[in-house]
């Protein structure tokens, strides 16, 4: 299972496993607290790395802090080939919410939180999730200031490489104008298809695609057709619907999250399922209605 999809490299010096592990899962009930089972959430992170997973996500207002805390505790000190990914944007509110936290304030002190909670000198890759009360996408609002607190930081050396996340293609190049971009972190699944141009340009100029909710969206109807699917194929519905994104773009990067070691196991093995071309048909049908 070691090969997890292929490798895509992040900046042109971090490769990674195409197939990834998202951490937020790992957070207690609405991502608030520590997990449920301390133990086992501890060894589904270090069962990933164990099986050749090289990219993780994270962000420090998963708990907030409890996350990266379970990380450094699992994994540190960190093996050369893992890259750590986390996101900046928001807070955690006494509610349990998710307000923005885009000021240059908010920003130094998250990468900060991040470096701190995770016990490194430098974060791999930081992502900027732009977001409003409204829950606006694309959000209206230029990110040249947030990003460039960002590329500040980057350029003090606490970052080493920046992404986006939440944005649309006019963001991106907005971004892209004030320093390198990486990867892009947007909802995508075979349901919700409204990334697909975004997609397409994120792989003709090199940077990773990293969809998030992966596996969220069906609705019964939906649901049946890839259940056919996945029949005919002989795997989960899960496991098909994480197959197409891998055979949807060269530079997708999947991190599925969850906090069961079964779970995990099962995601990990969809790397290795090569889909026919009439079940990828069939599965564009589902984003088409």
Not at 155 to 173: I, K, N, T, W
Not at 181 to 198: F, I, K, M, P, T
Request: proline content about 7%.
């Amino acid at each position: 299972m070691a090969n997890l999809g292929g490798t895509f490299t992040l900046g042109g010096e971090l490769p990674v496993t195409r197939m990834g592990y998202g951490a937020m899962q790992l957070a207690g009930p609405g991502v608030w607290g520590p997990p449920r089972d301390h133990d086992t959430a501890v060894a589904v992170l270090r069962e990933a790395v164990e099986r050749g997973v090289t990219h993780l996500d994270t962000s420090d207002y998963y708990g907030p802090h409890t996350v990266n805390a379970l990380i450094k505790e699992a994994l540190h000190p960190y093996p050369g080939s893992l890259v750590i990914v986390t996101k900046v944007g928001a807070r955690r509110s006494e509610d349990k919410g998710w307000p923005p936290a885009l000021s240059a304030e908010d920003l130094t002190q998250a990468v900060h939180d991040n470096l701190r909670n995770l016990g490194v000198d430098a974060l791999d890759v930081v992502n900027l999730r732009l977001s409003n009360a409204a829950g606006d996408y694309p959000v209206p609002m230029s990110l040249a200031e947030p990003f460039g607190v960002l590329a500040e930081l980057r350029q003090q050396g606490l970052v080493r490489h920046l992404g986006v996340s939440h944005v649309s293609a006019e963001q991106l190049d907005e971004a892209k104008a004030i320093a390198p971009v990486v990867c892009v972190q947007n909802q995508y699944n075979l349901a919700h298809r409204e990334n697909d141009d975004l997609v397409d340009k994120c792989a003709a100029e090199g940077i990773a695609f990293v969809p998030y909710f992966p596996l969220g969206g069906f609705s019964p109807l939906q649901s049946g057709l890839l259940d056919d699917c996945a029949a005919r194929v002989g795997a989960t519905p899960m496991q098909v619907a994480l197959a197409w994104l891998l055979q949807r773009s060269p530079s997708m990067l999947l991190i599925p999250g969850t906090s069961s070691p079964e779970h995990l196991r099962e995601n990990l093995a969809a790397a290795e399922l090569e889909l026919p071309a009439d079940v990828l048909a069939d599965l564009d049908r589902i984003g088409a209605a």
